[in-house]
T-cell receptor, first 115, second 110 residues
Framework: ETGVTQSPTHLIKTRGQQVTLRCSSQSGHNTVSWYQQALGQGPQFIFQYYREEENGRGNFPPRFSGLQFPNYSSELNVNALELDDSALYLC??????????????FGPGTRLLVL | DAKTTQPTSMDCAEGRAANLPCNHSTISGNEYVYWYRQIHSQGPQYIIHGLKNNETNEMASLIITEDRKSSTLILPHATLRDTAVYYCIVRVGDTDKLIFGTGTRLQVFP
């Protein structure tokens, strides 16, 4: 059984650019959640995807968008990057039906730096 | 969403038990208590969760008070590798998002 993987591990972008981050969920998991973690803070929920549909969203603007693919892997897209978007982006996968208590397992994260 | 309160930091000697407290006085009947830890700049690692009863697994024990307003995570024999930020999270039964606070920074010293 493979764990959650994310790519790339590190990324440097400039303000105004667009970025795509990728996540492969753990084997057997059909739900993916994305979190943003600024330096010194706890992770903040961005949104969740269950079977290719968005299933809940945190307090993030529309320039944060996502996709989930039939194999349950996922992408996080951020348009018009701002300096405050510099953070560790975490993906977590879980199994079972959305809305039920299923443990989320996190990947190692992608560290994004916006200059 | 229910909130949790944890001490900012704690120290523990290697080999001793680490007891990490968490207050969740506004917890509701269907809300679970989850614990994760995060070792420097890595993804959070799941430790344990519970609803009403005490729980134990290979990593830790979770003690939840009878009124469910507080809980304690116990690492029975702390090692240097247990140095991390520990997050106590109250998770609503019908949602799937985790709401993290700032956690407790546990430093295990030799």
């Amino acid at each position: 059984e493979t764990g959650v993987t994310q790519s790339p591990t590190h990324l440097i972008k400039t303000r105004g650019q667009q970025v795509t981050l990728r996540c492969s969920s753990q084997s057997g998991h059909n739900t993916v959640s994305w979190y943003q973690q600024a330096l010194g803070q706890g992770p903040q929920f961005i949104f969740q995807y269950y079977r290719e549909e968005e299933n809940g969203r945190g307090n993030f603007p529309p320039r944060f968008s996502g996709l989930q693919f039939p194999n349950y892997s996922s992408e996080l897209n951020v348009n018009a990057l701002e300096l405050d978007d510099s953070a560790l982006y975490l993906c977590a996968s879980s199994a079972g039906l959305a809305g039920l208590q299923e443990t989320q397992y996190f990947g190692p994260g992608t560290r994004l730096l916006v200059l | 969403d229910a909130k949790t309160t944890q001490p900012t930091s704690m120290d523990c000697a290697e080999g001793r038990a680490a007891n990490l407290p968490c207050n969740h006085s506004t917890i509701s009947g269907n809300e679970y208590v989850y614990w994760y830890r995060q070792i420097h700049s890595q993804g959070p690692q799941y430790i344990i969760h519970g609803l009403k009863n005490n729980e134990t697994n290979e990593m830790a024990s979770l003690i939840i008070t009878e009124d469910r307003k507080s809980s304690t995570l116990i690492l029975p024999h702390a090692t240097l590798r247990d140095t991390a930020v520990y997050y106590c999270i109250v998770r609503v039964g019908d949602t799937d998002k985790l709401i993290f606070g700032t956690g407790t920074r546990l430093q295990v010293f030799p």
